[in-house]
């Protein structure tokens, strides 16, 4: 694993970032992470919007200064307590996400695999109510959002690639 330091974001108050969502789209990025010693890869289950009470996979939205390896850690560090391979990342796909919650928020999602250096996983309670891995396209829930179905098709080669699958409104 690399050790990075890792830049300064910036965060906009509320009141800004009500704003952004009105007329911006956003960027964010998901991680497919793999476990090691084939321990599955992590979905997590969501407590805040989009997909609350969903399972998803671990993510967030990008922050000035970062660059994509600056978020991929962050988001593996900060979701999931997890150091990550970002070296070794691959990308997995794009997805927009439009939402009737946030002002008709829109994100541009991009999906990235990565391998975690342990299996030692503590989510962000302020994010999450709890996780659950899985070894096959199979074990993936039914109530797992519409974009993290479409990352985790292509992920395990799933024939019934649910890529034109609006995201939920």
Known sequence: MTSRKRPEVKFAPREV???ILEYAV??????????????GVVLVRRTIAPYQ????????RMFKP??????????????LGLDVDVDGKRFLGQYV????TEHERQDLSTGYVVSASSIDIEINADHFSGYQTVKKWGEVPPATGAMYRYYLAKYFNHADDPSEEPAPR
Do not use: C, H, M, Q
């Open 17 to 19: 970032f009500e704003g």
């Open 97 to 100: 996400g439009r939402f009737k």
């Open 53 to 60: 009470n969903k399972w998803a996979l671990p993510g967030l």
């Open 26 to 39: 956003i960027p964010t990025f998901d991680l497919v992470v793999e476990l090691p010693e084939d321990g």
């Open 66 to 79: 970062e660059g994509i390896d600056d978020v991929i850690a962050r988001i593996a560090e900060d979701e």
